[in-house]
């Protein structure tokens, strides 16, 4: 059964989508105005389309923001998998890819205010979560 978290974290994404469409650009201005080096980590990794890996690892992170609450085991399979993954194969560090998420959820929360404690509450876990998710996995 959906945990009625996520629809506070679907209708906040559908209000940004509604009146800024899709958040890719924004999220990834913020990203690289963080980490500029990382620009050269997706042109060596897809040097004919940089933009599409860029806004694929965006689309990959909402994924995560979207389905927490309801399947937060596949979460940690995958971040378990994912964070160690990306530093050793990927030359991405934890502080990257923890960065991502932050600005990826800063993005959505600094355009639209939340509608309420709860969504403002749901949108708060996540970002801990997913964050927590990093952490964990930051020596592993
Ligand atoms: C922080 C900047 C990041 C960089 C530079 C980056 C880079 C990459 C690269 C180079 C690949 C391999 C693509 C390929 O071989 O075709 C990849 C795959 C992937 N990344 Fe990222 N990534 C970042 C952040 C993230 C984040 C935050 C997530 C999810 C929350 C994510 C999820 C994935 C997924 C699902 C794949 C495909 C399967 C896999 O290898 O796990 N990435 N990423």
Known sequence: ??????????????????????PAAAVLDRFFARYPEARANFARHSPGNPEKLETEMVGNTLYYVMTWFDSPVEARIYFDTSVPQ?????????????????????????????????????????REALVGLVERNRFV
């Open 1 to 22: 059964m959906a945990d009625p978290r996520s629809a506070l974290i679907q209708a906040r994404l559908e209000r940004y989508v509604a009146e800024r469409g899709d």
């Open 86 to 126: 990306h530093r050793v194969a990927l030359d991405v560090p934890p502080d990257w890819y923890r960065a991502f998420i932050e600005v990826t959820l800063d993005e959505i929360e600094a355009a639209v205010p939340a509608e309420g404690a709860a969504e403002a509450a749901a949108w708060a876990e996540v």
